[in-house]
């Protein structure tokens, strides 16, 4: 069982940036992490992943350009920075994991790991 925790949320104006952090237990069978996010009333939607085997990323059209998603040399921390913050990027933002290869890295259901979010509110 792999556990997971964001950190790093908070306030910030439009047009700013802000850091988050998902340090997980143990990432030795972990083949894909994940960010999400869910605005109040809308379903959780796919931020960004990264393969943690090479390193590449995937993202969102939405966030494509102004967020990046990065992982650290001890490999036990993913970060999402996220610059040009936008107030539609307000939400409540998940760190996911899968140690499955095979999966799509956009479908929420191909994450059996997750942590309890952290919030980003981002004000106009």
């Known amino acids: 069982q792999v556990q997971l925790a964001e950190s790093g949320g908070g306030l910030v104006q439009a047009g700013g940036s802000l850091i988050l952090t998902c340090t997980a237990s143990d990432t030795f069978s972990i083949y894909y992490m994940a960010w999400f996010r869910q605005a109040p009333g809308k379903e959780r939607e796919f931020v960004g992943a990264i393969r943690y085997s090479t390193g590449s990323a995937d993202y969102a059209d939405t966030v494509k350009g102004r967020f990046t998603i990065a992982k650290d040399v001890s490999e036990k921390n993913m970060y999402l920075q996220m610059n040009s913050l936008k107030s539609e990027d307000t939400a409540l933002y998940y760190c996911?994991?899968?140690?499955?290869?095979?999966?799509?890295?956009?479908?929420?259901?191909?994450?059996?790991?997750w942590g309890q979010g952290t919030q980003v509110t981002v004000s106009s």
């Open positions: 996911a994991a899968s140690p499955n290869w095979g999966i799509s890295p956009r479908n929420i259901a191909d994450y059996p790991y």
